[in-house]
C-alpha cells in the first residue's frame, strides 16, 4: 500500500511563496510520475501540475506556468511544488498524486491516478 503526506500549506498575502512537499512510502516511487491537483470550495479538482517518473518531464496548467515548479527527490520518495507570486485564486487542498501505470510522463487528468495524499490548505489572501 502507498501512502501519500502532503505538508507545506498555510496562509499567505498574495505575492507571496510557498512549497509544498509530498512524502511517499514504497520501494518504487522512482517508477511513478506524480501530480499536484487543487481543489476550491465549490468547484471540481484540477490539475496543477505533473512530473514524469525520471523528472526529467513537467507540465503545468496553463495559470500557473511561470509561477509554480514541480520537482522531485526520488532517493528521499519526495516531490514537492514550489509555488511563487501566489494569487487569492490559488486559494486550494492542494492534493499529490501517483500515476497508476509506472514509467510515465505524468497526465493531467485525475483518473490516471490512483493513490492520492489527504491534502494540504493553501489560502492566499488579498
Known amino acids: 500500500q502507498v501512502q501519500l503526506v502532503e505538508s507545506g500549506g498555510g496562509l499567505v498575502q498574495a505575492g507571496g511563496s510557498l512549497r509544498l512537499s509530498c512524502a511517499a512510502s514504497?520501494?518504487?516511487?522512482?517508477?511513478?510520475?506524480m501530480g499536484w491537483f487543487r481543489q476550491a470550495p465549490g468547484r471540481e479538482r484540477e490539475f496543477v501540475a505533473a512530473i514524469s517518473y525520471s523528472g526529467d518531464y513537467t507540465s503545468y496548467t496553463d495559470s500557473v506556468k511561470g509561477r509554480f515548479t514541480i520537482s522531485r527527490d526520488n532517493a528521499k520518495n519526495l516531490v514537492y511544488l514550489q509555488m511563487n507570486s501566489l494569487k487569492p485564486e490559488d486559494t486550494a487542498v492542494y492534493y499529490c498524486?501517483?500515476?497508476?501505470?509506472?514509467?510515465?510522463?505524468?497526465?493531467?487528468?485525475?483518473?490516471?491516478?490512483?493513490?492520492w495524499g489527504q491534502g494540504t490548505q493553501v489560502t492566499v489572501s488579498s
Open positions: 514504497g520501494r518504487t516511487f522512482s517508477n511513478y510520475a
Open positions: 498524486a501517483r500515476s497508476r501505470l509506472s514509467n510515465t510522463i505524468g497526465s493531467r487528468t485525475a483518473a490516471a491516478y490512483d493513490y
